[in-house]
Nanobody, 125 residues
Framework: QVQLEESGGGLVQAGGSLRLSCAASVPSFSSYSMGWFRQAPGKEREFVAAITWSGGGIVYADVVKGRFTISRDNAENMVYLQMKSLKPEDTAVYYC??????????????????WGQGTQVTVSL
């Protein structure tokens, strides 16, 4: 059974930084591609970033490119999302997701098999 647990969310002022963590309880964690998504109130869940099993392939949504950094530690079964220069429009619940299939990095929620419960990020003016 795969379990993902996000942490690190909170309230931050615009321009500030947060680091989200995702702890994965899953055998062979290093075989999964991992992604971060977010969902703001009244909006669809949207792709933020994804990283291949090795960390050698990374994709970002255009709206976060240059501000967010995804990384992983396969020895610790962890995935991270470092967020800088945060804007009020980054306010959302952020979700960690795991993709067990081999292939290109998924950019859609349907590409991912497992999801965490989410962590709230609120960016104030």
């Amino acid at each position: 059974q795969v379990q993902l647990e996000e942490s690190g969310g909170g309230l931050v002022q615009a321009g500030g930084s947060l680091r989200l963590s995702c702890a994965a309880s899953v055998p062979s964690f290093s075989s999964y591609s991992m992604g971060w998504f977010r969902q703001a109130p009244g909006k669809e869940r949207e792709f933020v970033a994804a990283i291949t099993w090795s960390g050698g392939g990374i994709v970002y949504a255009d709206v976060v490119k240059g501000r967010f950094t995804i990384s992983r530690d396969n020895a610790e079964n962890m995935v991270y999302l470092q967020m800088k220069s945060l804007k009020p429009e980054d306010t959302a619940v952020y979700y960690c997701a795991a993709d067990s299939t081999l292939g290109p990095l998924g950019l859609s929620r349907v590409d991912y098999d497992y999801w965490g419960q989410g962590t709230q990020v609120t960016v104030s003016l």
